[in-house]
C-alpha cells in the first residue's frame, strides 16, 4: 500500500482548490467582455474596433440576436452563472464541489459550442473580426478546459483516501501527524478576497469605460489644424438644397452596414426639414469590405450621369454588404446606369472618377477619420462638429440646431 507520505508531493484536493480559483478570475473576465457587448447595445455606441469596423459587422448581422434580442446578453448571463457557480464552490468545503463542478461542466460546454459557431459565423459567413466576441470565445472555451481539470481534480481527490489507507469519507490530510498542506475543508481568505474584489473591480472597470466610449462616439470640434482641409469639393454629391443653412458632410462606405442603416434615417431627416439641411457624401472605402472601391467607382459614374443616389440608396437599402459585382451591378441596373459604358470607363485607371475617390479618401486621412460613417456638421455662426453615427441625431436634436431647423 502506498504511504499516506508520498501524498505529501501533490495534494489533489488542493489542486481543485487552485482551478476554482482560476475559474473565479475567467469568470469575471468573461462579464467584463460581455459586458461591454452588452453596453454597446444598451447605450448605442461603437465599440473601439479599430479601422477594419469588424465589431459593427458581427454585431449588427442578423446571427447576432437570439429571440430578438443581441447575443451578448445572452452571453453576458451565462458568464454571470458560470461566475456565481464558482464563488460557490470557493465558499463550501472543496470535498463538497462535485455537483456544482457537474453543473459548471455542463453550462461552459454548452456556452464553448455556441461560441465556436458564433465564431465560424463570424469568419466563414459574415467574413469579419470582432476581437470583443473572439475573446469572449477564448474565454469561454478556457473555461471549458478548467472545468474538465477542475472534475479530474475532484475525481482524484475523492479517490485518494481509499489509495492512502484510510476509512471511507476520512481524509488522510485532515490527520494531524500526517497534514502536510492546508486542510481541503477549510479555505483560505483569498478565497474570499478575491471574489470580492473582482466584483467591485470589472463593473467599476465596466462602466468607467463605458463612460469614456460614449465621449468617444459623441461630438467634438473640428480642431484648428484640421479646418484649413477643404470638406465640401466640386461637384459634391449632396441631398438636400444646396444653400441650406446646416450642412452635413459625411464621409462614408456603400459597404458599410452602419452607413447603410443610417442612410435613409438621414434623408428622412432632410426631408423633414425642407430647405434647412443637406448632406454630402464623401467616399471611405474600407478595405475589410471587398467590394468597398468597386462601389464607390460605380457611384461616381453614376453621379456623372445625375444618378448617384439613385444607385446609392439601391446598394444600401438591402442593408447588406455586397460580395459580388454582380450584386453591385444589379444595384446599377435599378438605378438605370448603361452598364457596358460604365465598365468600359471603370477599366480606365486614369478616369476622374478614381480622381474623385482619392480626393475623398486624402481628405478623410487629414481629418483623422478612421471608420465609417463619420458626419462633420456645419452651420451659421457655430463650430464645425465631428459626430459619429449614433451622436449625430442627438446632435441636431439640441436647441441651437433646431433654432435653424425651424428658421428661427
Known amino acids: 500500500m502506498e504511504s499516506p507520505m508520498s501524498l505529501r508531493t501533490y495534494n489533489p484536493t488542493v489542486k481543485a482548490v487552485v482551478l476554482n480559483r482560476v475559474l473565479v478570475v475567467l469568470g469575471f473576465i468573461g462579464i467584463y467582455i460581455a459586458g461591454l457587448l452588452s453596453l454597446e447595445k444598451m447605450l448605442n455606441i461603437e465599440l473601439p474596433c479599430g479601422p477594419s469596423g469588424g465589431c459593427a459587422t458581427v454585431s449588427s448581422h442578423p446571427s447576432a440576436f437570439w429571440l430578438g434580442l443581441p447575443v451578448a446578453y445572452f452571453g453576458l448571463f451565462g458568464y454571470l452563472v458560470l461566475t456565481l457557480i464558482a464563488v460557490l464552490r470557493a465558499i463550501q468545503p472543496a470535498d463538497e464541489m462535485k455537483p456544482l ?176 439641411i443637406r448632406v454630402i457624401f464623401r467616399h471611405f472605402p474600407l478595405p475589410m469590405h471587398k467590394q468597398a472601391s468597386t462601389a464607390a467607382a460605380m457611384a461616381e459614374y453614376a453621379a456623372d450621369k445625375g444618378k448617384f443616389w439613385d444607385f446609392a440608396m439601391a446598394v444600401m437599402a438591402p442593408e447588406k454588404e455586397p460580395q459580388s459585382v454582380d450584386e453591385l451591378l444589379a444595384a446599377a441596373n435599378t438605378a438605370g446606369l448603361n452598364i457596358e459604358d460604365m465598365l468600359k470607363r471603370m477599366e480606365n485607371e486614369k478616369d476622374p472618377i478614381y480622381e474623385r475617390i482619392k480626393r475623398d479618401k486624402e481628405a478623410a486621412h487629414q481629418l483623422g477619420i478612421s471608420s465609417t460613417p463619420t458626419f462633420l456638421v456645419m452651420a451659421p455662426n457655430m463650430e464645425t462638429k465631428v459626430a459619429r453615427a449614433n451622436a449625430v441625431f442627438e446632435m441636431l436634436s439640441s436647441p441651437e440646431y433646431r433654432k435653424i431647423l425651424e428658421g428661427k
Open 101 to 276: 463542478v457537474t453543473l459548471g461542466y455542463i453550462i461552459s460546454a454548452i456556452g464553448a459550442a455556441l461560441s465556436l459557431y458564433l465564431q465560424y459565423t463570424a469568419l466563414f459567413v459574415i467574413k469579419a473580426v470582432c476581437p470583443f466576441c473572439l475573446a469572449s470565445a477564448i474565454t469561454m472555451i478556457l473555461t471549458l478546459i478548467f472545468h474538465a481539470l477542475l472534475a479530474q481534480a475532484v475525481r482524484t481527490s475523492e479517490a485518494a483516501p481509499a489509495a492512502a489507507g484510510a476509512a471511507p469519507g476520512e481524509s488522510p490530510y485532515a490527520r494531524p501527524e500526517e497534514q502536510v498542506v492546508e486542510n481541503p475543508s477549510r479555505r483560505s481568505k483569498l478565497d474570499v478576497v478575491l471574489p470580492i474584489a473582482l466584483a467591485l473591480a470589472v463593473p467599476t472597470i465596466l462602466f468607467a469605460q463605458a463612460s469614456s466610449m460614449k465621449q468617444a462616439n459623441g461630438t467634438t470640434n473640428l480642431t484648428e489644424e484640421k479646418k484649413q482641409v477643404p470638406l465640401i469639393p466640386d461637384r459634391p454629391n449632396q441631398y438636400g438644397a444646396a444653400n441650406a443653412p446646416i450642412t452635413i458632410v459625411e464621409w462614408a462606405d456603400l459597404c458599410c452596414l452602419s452607413c447603410q442603416r443610417n442612410a435613409p434615417k438621414i434623408k428622412e431627416f432632410i426631408n423633414q426639414h425642407p430647405g434647412r
